[in-house]
Structure formats: C-alpha cells, structure tokens
C-alpha cells in the first residue's frame, strides 16, 4: 500500500528544497570550470604483457635463437601496433624501437661470448595514434607503399617515393603499375608519424640470460668416397665442406685443417695445426701432398671461441693412399671390370706401355671407372701433371664431369688419346657431352638406330685411315654397335668403315684428329681400339696397326 501525501502539503515539500538544490547545482558548476573540461575525455593509455613470466631468480639460460610473443590491451580504444627493441640495438640508433604490428616474432641474438644477457621491451600502441602520411597509395606488387608524387597520378613512376618496403628487398613493381588507395588496415604497416598519448608508458621487458652454441662442420654430400672403401689420387686433393652454427653462420670465424699420416693423431691445440681459415672459406685444395697414407682433419671455431668436434676424411675403417706422378703419360682407365672379359682391355695397354719403345712402363695409371674426383680442379690438375693422355672406356664414360678439364688439357697444346665404346646410344644430350671434340655434333648415320656390324665374322671390317700417316686398321673381335661421327670444319676425319653396313649409303667416320693437318694434339676414336689387337695371336701381322695409333700420341 501506498500512501499519498495531500495536495496541500506539496508547496512545503518542493520549494524548502530549492535552495538546498541551487547550492549543490552552484559547488558542481565551480568544481567543473575550475579543471580543463576535455580531461573528463583523456585517452587512457595501452598495457603490455609478455607470454612470459620468469621467477623470482629469473629465466633459465637458453640459446640465442628466442620465439617471442606479446600482446596489449586498450581500456577505451583498441591496440594497433607495438614498438619493440632489444638492448643491443642502442648500438645502432638512441631511439631504436621498430614498429611492427604482428605481436610474435623470432630473433637470433648476436651472442659473442660463452654466456651473456639480453633485454627485450616491447610496448603498445592504441589508435588514438595519428599517420599523416601524404599521397600514400599501394601497388598490388609485394605489399609495397609509394608516395605518389611523380608526373603520372595513380600510377608508379620514377618520380614516386617508396614509403613502404614489401615482402622482398628492392622494389618489386613495375614502372606503369596501378596504384590504389590504402585499405582501412593498410596504414599500420606504417609507423604512426604521431603518438602522442597512444604509446604504453611503461614497456614489458624481460632479461635473456644465453648460452653460446657450439658450431659444427660437416663435409660436403658425396664430396669424398664412401669412409669405408680404399681410395688412390695423387698430390692434389680438394676437399669441401659446410657448417652450422645455431647462433647464426655469421658466428663463425674460422676453419682448422691438419694433413696427418694414417695413424698419427692431430695436435691437441688447433693452435699447432697445419692451418687457419677464415670462417667463410668452404673449401681448400692440397697440393704436393707427399706420398703415402694420409687423414685429413678438420675443426671449426665461432666468434665465442668455442670449438665444434673434429671431423676427418677417411674414417677408422677407410684409406686414402697418395701416389707421386710417375713419368709424363697417364693412362685412364674408365672401364668397368665386368665388361673387360679375361682382362682383354687391361692386359692390351698395360702391355703396350710396358714395351713401347719411349715409354718403357714409365706412365701412371689413373683408374675412374667407379668414381671421378668431385671437384674439376681435381680433375684438371691430375690430368695436368702429365703431357699425355691415354683414356680407354666403356659404353658409360665419364665425359660429362671432365669435359671442361679435358678441353682445357687440350688447349694448353697437351696430347690425348680417348677410345670409346660407342656411348650414344646410352647417353642423353651427346652433342653437349663432345665439345672438347671440336665436333659440330655427334649423330647416327643417315638416322639409323647405330651401325651394327655384331653379326659379321671378325676381320671381315677394316677402319680405313684417311690421313696417310696413319696406319689401317682391322677388326679382331666383334662390335656389336658402332655410331657415326659427324666432324666440324676444325676437324681432320680420321678413320672410316671401308664399306658403309647396311642400310647405310656411305662410310660412316667413326674417329676424327685435332687439330687438322699433319700434326695430332688430340684423337678420339668412336670405337674400342683393343678390339683391333688379337690378344689370343699376339704375333699376327694387323696387332701392330693398333700399336702404332698409340705411338702417334706417346712418342711421335
């Protein structure tokens, strides 16, 4: 229930209360000028937190590759952005925070000692914050921002200014672009340009206790034979390698090597070692290394002067033996074993060289069949040591990986001799495979699949010399495939097949000499020259013939 007053009791309860209410209106209004009326309406400021909260002794040591995430928060408005900086950047600017508007970011902390300390701060900014930026505009090209200030309004020119960098280094795009207005966010890719008042006064920050990381070194995939199997070069060797280091490759200042005997152990300091390289050196070559058995060590150092373990080529169950140049004739052997049956093809030069007259078994034998050196430097410098150059192979040569060295061999005046059986029917991109050949290109006679001649009986085939200095040839054992050579103009043809096989129309060449002329620098013969030689009748008449080539190359 609800009991009313009587009407004639308002007039005393309202205007007794006027004067009460005209003071309490009076002291309000004079409170409210005597401050500035627009602080009733301040922005309130950002908060910043860190997803990171140390105890009371602090955080862990850890390593210098940190992932960092932060966020803020905004009483009256919303976070736009952050600025963030770690201590050590002071050493590059006095005012070094940089804007970003992602809140999570990963930093490599550039630790030059065995342990030291980082500060990260990090604060927020709300969009009271104001960016006046004049003319911006965007290209659709690499999120990349232009002042458009040049003669072409609304397309990129070269009188435009670059306000933003994109996604990658340099500009990215193109001159004649279109150019567009900013989206409504694309501004905070911006720094604001004023702040006044939007910024957390009191960063988020944290202290970074690091530990230096040991750096690491590793030689390069496949760069050296398996640890496990014997190999042989002689006095130079290259040998490459990478390295790591989790605290950043640029950490790293320097390389160890030391050449020890097989069984000596390497120096305990590194100090004592062969050498010293600098820390973005990747390889080094050996030369007149002496003969014998060899390790090769090597050990790498970063700026805190921390050593990563020692690595070395071979390991415990492998040999890597030294071998001196003997006499100035190297002969290549680049067959595999399982296709020279009885030792046919082995046999036949190491008996040539052993008795022809000049040579006398003074030559090196340098055997690639199963493993060519993996650096070129290797390659030509091995070759370089002799003047002259015995190479027979199989049908899968090793040409592509030494076809630089082997015309470099050539252009210095040095001499070679290279048999082969036919390639081209196994080997893809064979014009590219013989330009040390000084061919134009290398092809199958009138585009028949190869010249087969594997069903006639031997010696039914000679290979007719064409220059008269050399001698003919004749087939002792069958060739089951043989392709015809096509010569350029640098080229002397040097032997034929004395009657074209059918269905070819014509004598395919299948052997050219450079350069042309009476003088011989350089033979290849698309054909195995051993076949020539009857190792079952050395004393027939014709196995001369083959010997004779040689003698064209070895002491002619």
């Known amino acids: 229930m609800i009991n009313r007053l009587p009407k004639n009791n308002l007039n005393y309860l309202v205007f007794p209360g006027l ?21 009733i309406y301040r922005n309130r400021r950002p908060e910043t937190h860190l997803f990171l909260y140390p105890g009371t002794s602090g955080l ?28 050590f950047y002071q050493e590059q600017s006095p005012d070094s925070f940089r804007w970003t508007t992602s809140e999570h970011d990963t930093f490599l902390l550039p630790i030059r000692q065995k342990f030291d300390d980082f500060r990260f701060y990090v604060k927020a900014v709300d969009n009271s914050a104001r960016w006046n930026y004049p003319s911006m505009l965007k290209s659709n090209y690499d999120n990349e921002f232009f002042q458009d200030v040049g003669s072409q309004k609304g397309r990129y020119d070269d009188g435009d200014m670059l306000a933003h960098i994109g996604d990658h280094p340099g500009i990215q795009t193109p001159l004649d672009a ?39 070194v590793h030689f390069v995939y496949n760069s050296n034979p398996p640890d496990s199997i014997y190999a042989e070069t002689f006095t130079t060797r290259t040998f490459f390698w990478t390295a790591n280091d989790s605290d950043g490759i640029e950490t790293i200042t320097n390389f160890y090597y030391y050449l020890a005997d097989e069984f000596e152990a390497p120096p305990a300091s590194v100090d004592n070692w062969d050498g010293k390289l600098p820390g ?76 022809l007259s000049g040579v006398n078994g003074n030559y090196s034998i340098w055997n690639i069949e199963e493993r060519v050196p993996y650096a070129v430097i290797d390659i030509f410098e091995t070759l370089n040591f002799f003047n002259k150059v015995i190479w027979y192979t199989d049908s899968d040569p090793h040409f592509q990986t030494t076809a630089s060295s082997i015309y470099r061999y050539i252009a210095q005046g040095k001499k070679i001799l290279i048999s082969s059986v036919s390639p081209t029917q196994y080997i893809d991109g064979v014009d590219s495979l013989y330009m040390f050949l000084k061919s134009d290109s290398l092809k199958l006679l009138n585009g028949v699949d190869g010249v087969d001649i594997g069903r006639a009986s031997k010696n039914s085939y000679a290979l007719s010399q064409l220059p008269e200095l050399f001698p003919d040839l004749q087939l002792a054992y069958y060739i089951s495939w043989i392709d015809a050579l096509i010569p350029s103009e640098n080229v002397d043809p040097l032997y034929v097949l004395d009657r074209p096989p059918r269905p070819a129309t014509i004598a395919p060449i299948v052997g050219i000499k450079y350069p042309k002329g009476p003088s011989v620098q ?11 030689f ?23």
């Open 178 to 216: 279109a150019l567009t207005e900013l989206d409504e966010t694309d501004i905070y890719r911006m720094p604001p340009t004023d702040t006044l008042g939007a910024v957390d006064p009191s960063p988020a920050e944290l202290t970074f206790p690091i530990r230096n990381s040991k750096p690491s």
């Open 19 to 39: 004067p009460l209410l005209t003071a309490i209106l009076l002291v309000f209004q004079l409170t409210c000028t005597t401050e500035n009326p627009t602080e």
């Open 534 to 556: 009857d190792i079952e009748n050395v004393d027939r008449p014709e196995n001369t013939a083959a010997v004779d080539v040689l003698r064209k190359i070895l002491v002619d």
């Open 522 to 532: 350089f033979i290849y013969l698309n054909f195995p020259l051993h076949y020539m």
């Open 280 to 355: 973005n050196q990747k390889s080094i070559t050996l030369r007149d290394v002496t003969p014998g058995n060899h390790v090769f060590y090597l050990s790498v150092e970063d700026i805190a002067g921390e050593l990563g373990s020692a690595i070395r080529y071979p390991a415990e169950k492998g040999q890597w033996k030294v071998r001196a140049p003997l006499g100035d004739i190297l002969l290549i052997d680049d067959y595999e074993p399982q296709y020279d049956f009885n030792l046919w093809t082995t046999t036949f030069y190491n008996n040539v060289l052993d008795t």
């Open 60 to 87: 862990d040591t850890t390593l210098s590759t940190q992932v960092l995430h932060w966020w803020g928060d905004d009483p009256d408005g919303q976070v736009v952005g952050y600025y963030y900086k770690w201590d």
